[in-house]
């Protein structure tokens, strides 16, 4: 498909390790999410074609402490623990910063972004559960959902909240790579994307 329409969650870099941006080349346009205003400064350069929203996305509105190792690192966070895991790991320390946060549902109604779009992507390291718990799956239904599930094993997939919460909301898990889970909605049928 070439005309698809993403909504990227935790986008961090417009083109390096980004899932969007081969979409992006075919034609695909959408809505960007950081936290960070440096790296939607990147996005409004590299990504002209879609929008890109400085805000945390999570489960309500408000201010929220972030914890940033570096503006362009792929483990800033909304989470401690998770910040905390990896400055013990990596020997490296963060910064915190205050951040406003909203809710998926809240900015999409904002955007009047349409209720069936085609794809969901989520990337924020530990917070991901609190994002899509945000989003009312009743009213908006992206027909894929892409979203980072760290596990060590992929069994344990099944037994995560993120797995728990998409499946009783219909969604069901198609694929898995690396740390990467792919949910379609069961409505969708795979041939139409």
């Known amino acids: 498909k070439n005309n698809g329409f ?4 935790g986008a961090l870099h417009p083109i390096n390790g980004s899932l969007t941006y081969n979409l992006y080349k075919r034609g695909w346009v959408g809505i960007n ?7 939607i400064k990147l996005l409004k350069f590299f990504r ?16 929220v402490n972030s914890y940033i190792f570096h503006p362009g690192s792929g483990l800033n966070t909304l989470e ?15 910064f915190t910063r205050k951040v406003e946060k909203t809710t998926l549902t809240k900015i999409l ?28 799956l009743i009213k908006f239904r992206p027909k ?9 094993k992929t069994k344990e997939i099944f037994s995560t909240t993120v797995f728990k919460y998409l499946t009783k909301n ?3 898990l198609i694929s ?6 792919f949910f379609k909605a069961k409505e969708f049928i795979i041939t139409d994307i």
């Open 144 to 152: 894929i959902i892409t979203v980072e599930i760290h596990v060590e």
């Open 109 to 136: 109604n904002n955007l009047e972004v349409d209720n069936h779009f085609d794809l969901l992507n989520v990337d924020v390291e530990g917070h991901e559960f609190q994002v899509l718990s945000g989003l009312d």
């Open 170 to 172: 219909n969604y069901e």
């Open 33 to 39: 999410f950081d936290m960070l205003d440096e790296n």
């Open 176 to 181: 898995h790579y690396f740390h990467t889970s």
């Open 80 to 94: 401690k623990k998770w910040a905390d895991k990896w400055a013990f790991n990596l020997k490296k320390n963060y």
């Open 6 to 9: 993403y909504v990227d969650v």
């Open 48 to 63: 002209k074609n879609d929008q890109s929203i400085n805000i945390a996305i999570s489960s309500s509105v408000g201010k």
